[in-house]
């Protein structure tokens, strides 16, 4: 199973918005909407940030948004905030009932 | 509140052999499935394992197929995750993490560092 592509890094200014892509096949993303996408700050754990394409758990800021359109998932964040500087990962659930990770996006906020 | 401590990473040599345990606390552990992830230095996630609440199924990631097996003891609210025929490229820290009803991992233990090194 081949990992999710994600953009290698993308960056914005505060207060604006960014958009991730993750990009999947029809085995995975294209086939269940069962993708998250995870916060991951330097040398700390993974954070759940969306689930099920765009759902968000407790706690989550409204800030972070997600989405789906045929085998592209994408992750929004609005008013981007300087804490917003981290690693971001899309994951999905494939047709062979593993699951796969992007490779992950480096935010900066400039 | 929701507890995932690992435990057992260390230092071991190539071709041997290291079991990793999860201890969970703060949630009924019976009613959640478990996964395996582990991230190499400087890389990013990738997914092991994971198997159901009841531990009657459990999914293996092709890269590790016959060489990882994941577990677990419910009476012990512990998963475990046992690696065989290590390899330098298993050098990683491993996660253990919670399933949130097959459609996310909801809560991350603090990670152990395998180190696979002669």
């Known amino acids: 199973q081949s990992a999710l592509t994600q953009p290698a890094s993308v960056s914005g200014s505060p207060g604006q918005s960014i958009t991730i892509s993750c990009i999947g096949t029809?085995?995975?993303?294209?086939?269940?909407?069962?993708v998250s996408w995870y916060q991951q700050c330097p040398g700390k754990a993974p954070k759940l940030l969306i689930y099920?394409?765009?759902k968000r758990p407790s706690g989550v800021s409204n800030r972070f948004s997600g989405s789906k359109s045929g085998n592209t998932a994408s992750l929004t964040i609005s008013g981007l905030q300087a804490e917003d500087e981290a690693d971001y990962y899309c994951?999905?659930?494939?047709?062979?009932?593993?699951?796969?990770f992007g490779g992950g996006t480096k935010l900066t906020v400039l | 509140q929701v507890q995932l401590v690992e435990s057992g990473g260390g230092v071991v040599r190539p071709g041997r052999t290291l079991k990793l345990s999860c201890a969970a606390s703060g949630f009924p552990f019976t009613d959640y499935g478990m996964h395996w992830v582990r991230q190499a230095p400087g890389k990013g996630l990738e997914w092991l394992a994971g198997l159901w609440s009841d531990g009657t199924e459990k999914y293996n990631a092709d890269s590790v197929e016959g060489r990882f097996t994941i577990s677990r003891d419910n009476s012990k609210d512990t998963v475990f995750l046992q690696m065989n025929s290590l390899r330098a490229e298993d050098t990683a820290v491993y996660y253990c993490a919670r399933d949130l009803y097959n459609s996310a991992f909801d809560y991350w233990g603090q990670g152990t560092l395998v180190t696979v090194s002669s």
């Open positions: 994951n999905s659930l494939t047709w062979s009932r593993t699951w796969v």
């Open positions: 029809s085995s995975d993303i294209g086939s269940f909407n069962v």
């Open positions: 099920a394409v765009n």
